[in-house]
């Protein structure tokens, strides 16, 4: 059934710019921001190695968040169904950008979450459900290179 799973998302992207001189050179402010109706602003900025601000949050830094915050949630959700009780969930996650096929572009992220479960919880089932996050996360889906999980599982 087309449509079934669609879903839209809105948002609007504004950089304030060189103010009425405009770019002259390589030296133009990198900041932007995002808007999203009834949500906090987002303040952007060039990777610090393109001649950003290292203190605002990067394209770069946003596309691991949406794929890490994708992840723990696809997991949560396994979780829930599958009655695994979660207590914690921390994820250290790293992304690589390189040269490939004559593109700067990512080539590999890697997820490391660290799932703490009830005492009397099945660690192996909780650690099964990383493969199975994996495969439906969307964003994960969405992405051309690969992306690899080294989980982790703890009881409390």
């Not at 207590?87 to 799932?115: H, N, Q, S």
Request: net charge neutral.
């Amino acid at each position: 059934m087309a449509g079934r799973h669609e879903h839209g998302y809105r948002l609007s992207t504004r950089w304030v710019g060189a103010g009425e001189a405009g770019i002259a050179d390589d030296a133009f402010p990198r900041q932007f921001h995002v808007s999203i109706d009834g949500k906090a602003e987002l303040v952007g900025s060039a990777d610090p190695a393109f001649r950003g601000d290292s203190s605002k949050h990067n394209p770069e830094e946003l596309l691991l968040a949406a794929l890490s915050g994708c992840h723990l949630l696809s997991y949560l959700a396994l979780a829930a169904r599958a009655r695994v009780r979660v207590v914690a969930y921390e994820d250290e996650a790293t992304g690589k950008i390189d040269m490939k096929d004559g593109r700067i572009r990512f080539v590999e992220a890697v997820l490391r979450p660290t799932v703490t479960i009830a005492a009397d919880g099945d660690a192996a089932k909780a650690e099964a459900l990383h493969a199975q996050a994996a495969t439906i996360c969307f964003i994960a889906n969405s992405l051309n290179f690969p992306v690899r999980h080294e989980p982790r599982t703890l009881k409390r």
